[in-house]
């Protein structure tokens, strides 16, 4: 395991949280009740899980499948209730949805009664405390921001899938949250409209400073995105590791050239190779 | 690999035309082995099918070979058309028709799409009143037409409950469907938004059970034109379903069939206002 060498990845425990978090997850736990039992036995899905972000941070956890990512993403998302443990955004403890947190799905889910403007409009609509031109301007600016501009009175069917994802983050960036939480939104993305749609999100991430939880399970995806990567193994999920990730943003596609960038994937690849429990590791390749 | 590519390699192997899938949608039918018509040429074969039934009959008629007294033929079925209108009969029967229609089928509808939406949106109030509603839709409707006359005599109001009995519940089935298979992914999303109970159903649910409404709705139209016979023949005999009875009893086959003709043509538009409405409702199928 990890913690033998100076510059090994830290084991997070919540003493070491720092007070300046704006995202804090405490000792995280989550367990579902086994399908079909009839003594209440369960699943831990996550057990003491601990991460925290820094206002602007953006923190890609990347895991095998299986491994609890995603429930902790509806766990901080608030579409999932919380077993143990606290999390608080900017210092408020969640207890459910909130303006404050966005999220965008792996599936784009966009409504397919709806046009591009107004699905990416859906989450302002709903709001109710914006007039129809401020929502459409602010839309309109969005699309533009993803691209999707010449796009806008499309229907979903219409267009492909990567634009599709590009409405989906448009659609959760255009309400302003302070936090964005990101279930691997390329993940059914073929390799080339995922790279290019890597390259805007990092360019937008960097422009716009939000604070991000980006889920992923493509090791140099999470590397490219991340201000840190926090590594999880599975069952139950838990924080293997975390590491910084010491480039600059916004970064550039020329940066996975770099020597560095291809020692950090290769350590990450170790680091989950060795979260894995031998009785698993060939499902993961 | 994604889904585009290998679909896009499949169409290759089926050789199929590819859809590039920018502009296109990627769910977009393809045409089939045999060139598709286009809606003018459509309508035009369909119009001279019916013409040309209409002149064998007539001509078949002419000919003697037809038994007047049970076929009738297209001539005399107009002569009768004529005959009711300038007696003054057809008119008053159409409206009479009309009014038992447009009153039963209106309280269907709107029922209806009030019980289907609530047993749609309430579980326990579908567990509650499934029971029925299938116990209901399963007898035929017909048996309980004593039982309606006992409770509210043959009046207008009967009718209008036999109606209603048969067209409400096509539309409350098909409603409650449609509202009960929300779409897991587009709920998830509109509750991530904080969307309230109200805004999920006028949002997601409405829109999304629209398919499932409108054939609903075209299923309780054609049996709400059954019911309207069914009512007319039963209960006090008015209208053109009282028209055809009456006809029928004193061998006035012309006369029938004049108005089995407006029950046709009331189906046809129907059919043809409704296949409007929905291609304009679901423009987003593409």
Known sequence: ?285 | MSMQTSEIRERHRARLPVFRPTRWSRTRRVAGPRQELSRPTRIAFGVSGVVLILALWQIAASAGLLDPLVASSPSKIFTAARRLISEDILGPAILSTAKLFGVGFGVSLVSGLAIGAALGWYPRLAAVLDPWVSILYAVPRIALLPIISVWVGIGFEAQVIVVWLVAVFPIVINTQSGISTVDRDHLQVARGFLATDWQVLRTVAIPGATPAIVSGIRQGLMQGLIGVVLAEYFFGNTGIGGLIFSAGTTLETATAFVGAFIFAAAALLFSVALKAIERRLERWRG
């Open chain 1, 1 to 285: 395991m990890a913690g033998m060498t100076a510059d090994s990845p830290r084991q997070v425990g919540a003493n070491e949280m720092a007070g300046d978090a704006f995202l804090r997850v405490a000792h995280l736990g989550k367990s579902y009740r086994r399908r079909g039992s009839s003594d209440g036995t369960e699943v831990a899905v996550l057990q003491d899980v601990s991460l925290e972000a820094k206002a602007g941070e953006f923190v890609t956890v990347i895991g095998p499948s299986g491994c609890g990512k995603s429930t902790l993403l509806t766990c901080i998302a608030g579409l999932t209730e919380v077993g143990d443990g606290t999390i608080e955004v900017d210092g408020a403890a969640v207890s459910g949805p909130g303006p404050d947190r966005a999220v965008v799905f792996q599936h784009a889910s966009l409504l397919p009664w709806r046009t591009i403007e107004r699905n990416v409009g859906y989450g302002l609509e709903l709001r109710r405390d914006l007039s129809r031109g401020e929502i459409r301007s602010r839309v309109a600016r969005m699309l533009e921001l993803v691209g999707l501009g010449e796009f806008a009175g499309h229907y979903p069917h219409e267009i492909s899938g990567g634009m599709k994802q590009r409405a989906n983050l448009a659609r959760a960036l255009v309400v302003e949250p302070k936090l964005v939480l990101m279930d691997e939104p390329f993940g059914a993305l073929d390799a080339i409209t995922k790279e290019t749609l890597q390259d805007e999100l990092a360019a937008l991430a960097g422009r716009m400073r939000r604070t991000t939880v980006f889920i992923t399970h493509d090791i140099e995806e999470a590397v490219f995105l991340g201000d840190k990567v926090v590594v999880m193994s599975p069952l139950p999920g838990r924080v293997a590791a975390e590491l910084p990730v010491p480039f600059p943003r916004p970064r550039r596609r020329e940066v996975t050239a770099e020597p560095e960038f291809a020692a950090l994937v290769q350590r990450l690849r170790g680091l989950i190779q060795t979260a894995i429990p031998a009785s698993q590791s060939g499902e993961e390749r």
